[in-house]
């Protein structure tokens, strides 16, 4: 059956430091992949995409990898700071159409 | 633009009690979509609509479940009657279909408990 898989464990770090989130997915042939973000109380919002034929994908002090062969993405937030403390989300589509498919997310806290 | 708006934020019910959840899309995008949020099994896809046409509705739990989306500006889910395992967040997100990126924006959701 299909799965997305994020760590279901919250991740916690200290400030400066990189975090970085892992989303596996399985028996999805995804044509692009997104990272939200979701703050509490809030709707998840949209921070990158990337699509089947990029390996990386960078903004600001953000980047995101895609490998299709080990069926996984890395979000990677460098420099972290207690304001990216969130919930963070993968979500796969897979072209025919605009449904996406989104993992159960996992919490980020970045500590002083 | 002022985003996807979502009502009411918060909706406390009994069971039995029919319950509707009301979104509008951003001016000018012709996707929407209803997406219910749970700790145990995340955000799950309910039913999308592409210009006020339902395309997939595999995500509807139960025929307790409805939907409809009359017009371009506004969209319905409707639940009747309530359980107690309605009880989630419920987000609805617009899109515009022919976008090549497929962002989905989305609103602020609403807080359902049925007790």
């Known amino acids: 059956s299909q799965k997305i898989e994020q760590n279901s464990e919250a991740l916690n770090i200290q400030e400066g430091k990189t975090a970085t989130l892992t989303c596996n997915y399985t028996?999805?042939?995804?044509?692009?992949l997104q990272w939200y973000r979701q703050d509490p109380g809030r709707g998840p919002v949209f921070l990158l995409l990337i699509r089947e034929n990029e390996k990386e994908k960078r903004k600001e002090r953000l980047k995101v990898t895609f490998d299709t062969t080990l069926k996984q993405s890395l979000f990677h937030i460098t420099a972290s700071q207690p304001a990216d403390s969130a919930t963070y989300l993968c979500?796969?589509?897979?072209?025919?159409?605009?449904?996406?498919?989104f993992g159960t997310g996992t919490q980020l806290k970045v500590e002083l | 633009d002022a985003g996807v708006i979502q009502s009411p934020r918060h909706e406390v019910t009994e069971m039995g009690q029919e319950v509707t959840l009301r979104c509008k899309p951003i001016s000018g995008h012709n996707s929407l979509f209803w997406y219910r949020q749970t700790m145990m099994r995340g955000l799950e896809l309910l039913i999308y609509?592409?210009?006020?046409?339902?395309?997939?509705d595999s995500g509807m739990p139960e025929d307790r479940f409805s939907a409809k989306m009359p017009n371009a500006s506004f969209s319905t889910l409707k639940i009747q009657p309530s359980e107690p395992r309605d009880s989630a967040v419920y987000f609805c997100?617009?899109?515009?279909?022919?976008?090549?990126?497929?962002?989905?924006?989305f609103g602020a959701g609403t807080r359902l408990s049925v007790l």
């Open positions: 609509f592409n210009n006020n046409v339902p395309i997939d």
């Open positions: 979500a796969l589509g897979t072209g025919g159409g605009n449904k996406l498919t």
């Open positions: 997100a617009s899109t515009a279909v022919r976008s090549d990126k497929n962002i989905q924006y």
């Open positions: 028996n999805y042939s995804p044509a692009y």
